[in-house]
């Protein structure tokens, strides 16, 4: 299944205990259609040399909706096919 998020897309969560917050997509699971959203389910982790940390959880693909694209890469165009569509 094609996702239509992307990394670094900006989404707005509709269901949940973080109903309405917005963030950009920091990771994606694919196979199990899920989704990792910058200040989103945040969970507290200890660790031994680092101590207490805070993380995004994953949440359900469907409890979000887009807000905005991922803006995409700029594709590499050759000198030489630049200078033709300047010179028209």
């Known amino acids: 299944m094609k996702l239509k ?3 670094g897309a900006t989404v707005q969560v509709i269901t949940g ?13 694919h196979l199990n259609l899920r989704i990792k959203v910058q200040g989103v389910k945040v969970q507290t982790h ?4 680092e101590g207490q940390l805070k ?4 949440i359900d693909y469907s ?3 887009l807000v905005s694209a991922a803006a995409e890469k700029a594709k590499k165009t050759s000198k030489k096919a630049a200078k033709s569509k300047s010179a028209e």
């Not at 205990?17 to 699971?29: H, R, T």
């Not at 200890?46 to 040399?49: A, I, T, V, Y």
């Not at 993380?55 to 994953?58: A, Y």
């Open 5 to 7: 998020i992307k990394k």
């Open 17 to 29: 205990s973080d109903k309405g917050k917005k963030g950009e997509v920091l990771a994606i699971d």
């Open 46 to 49: 200890f660790d031994k040399k």
């Open 55 to 58: 993380k995004e959880g994953f």
């Open 63 to 65: 409890n979000v909706k």
